[in-house]
């Protein structure tokens, strides 16, 4: 198990994570820098979700 890390602190979060965890549009908040951001996860690759600006 691994812990998933910030994308934009690269803080540890609270969330844990096994090697066959998948997460599709999880929307991550890190507790240190307050902020959230989409994610997807897949075989422990955390991709980064960019929202476009409406």
């Known amino acids: ?4 890390i910030c ?3 690269n803080n540890k ?3 844990k994570i096994r090697k066959d ?3 599709k549009n999880f929307p991550l908040y ?8 989409l994610i ?3 075989n ?3 991709e980064i979700i960019k929202e ?3």
């Not at 198990?1 to 998933?4: A, E, I, P, Q, S």
């Not at 890190?30 to 951001?37: F, I, M, Q, Y």
Request: hydrophobic share 35%.
């Open 1 to 4: 198990m691994k812990w998933v």
């Open 7 to 9: 994308p934009i602190c």
């Open 13 to 15: 979060t609270r969330i």
């Open 21 to 23: 965890t998948q997460l």
């Open 30 to 37: 890190c507790p240190k820098c307050k902020k959230e951001s």
């Open 40 to 42: 997807c996860v897949n």
């Open 44 to 46: 422990f690759k955390i």
């Open 52 to 54: 476009p600006d409406a």
